[in-house]
């Protein structure tokens, strides 16, 4: 699974249970999604791919980026502007919000690097010169190399 589908999937979870729990409730919604923003499908997937491919593998600046995003997504988008317009009623505050986010980038992260097997790299370092049977060679070919 791609890691934009991933970080929807998350994203559409983290709302569901903030709904539930009261944390905002969206006024304005897409049809048949009742409580689902239309940024979920829209621009959270383009904006993660974006993120993903210009600072994977530098986690340094993946989380500089994501956090300098995620300030702007909790300080103005969700705080002033749709809360403004009538689309969303934020109930918490964004100080609270801001680790929801960060904790959901770096998740996000994590997935990534587990579905490109970085974690098991270790483990593939140490076993490098051990082969699986399949490509060992027959008994057969052993006699004959010897024999040569």
Same mark, same amino acid.
């Given at each position: 699974?791609?890691?934009?589908?991933?970080?929807?999937?998350?994203?559409?979870?983290?709302?569901?249970?903030?709904?539930?729990?009261?944390?905002?409730?969206?006024?304005?919604?897409?049809?048949?999604?009742?409580?689902?923003?239309?940024?979920? %499908?829209?621009?959270? $997937?383009? #904006?993660?791919?974006? =993120?993903?491919?210009?600072?994977?593998?530098?986690?340094?600046? @993946?989380?500089?980026?994501?956090?300098?995003?995620?300030?702007?997504?909790?300080?103005?988008?969700?705080?002033?502007?749709?809360?403004?317009?009538?689309?969303?009623? %934020?109930?918490?505050? $964004?100080? #609270?919000?801001?680790? =929801?986010?960060?904790?959901?980038?770096?998740?996000?992260?994590? @997935?990534?690097?587990?579905?490109?097997?970085?974690?098991?790299?270790?483990?593939?370092?140490?076993?490098?010169?051990?082969?699986?049977?399949?490509?060992?060679?027959? %008994?057969?070919?052993?006699?004959?190399?010897?024999?040569?």
């Amino acid at each position: 699974m791609p890691v934009a589908m991933f970080a929807l999937v998350l994203t559409v979870i983290i709302h569901d249970v903030g709904t539930t729990l009261g944390f905002w409730a969206t006024r304005e919604s897409i049809f048949p999604f009742h409580q689902m923003m239309p940024y979920f %499908f829209g621009t959270m $997937p383009v #904006l993660t791919i974006w =993120i993903f491919k210009f600072t994977y593998g530098r986690f340094g600046m @993946y989380f500089i980026i994501n956090t300098i995003l995620d300030i702007g997504f909790n300080f103005f988008l969700l705080n002033y502007f749709l809360p403004n317009h009538g689309i969303f009623d %934020f109930k918490i505050s $964004p100080f #609270l919000s801001l680790p =929801i986010t960060l904790i959901h980038a770096v998740v996000i992260y994590g @997935y990534q690097m587990w579905q490109d097997g970085v974690p098991l790299d270790a483990k593939n370092r140490v076993a490098s010169s051990m082969q699986p049977a399949v490509a060992k060679p027959l %008994f057969n070919q052993q006699e004959d190399e010897k024999e040569d």
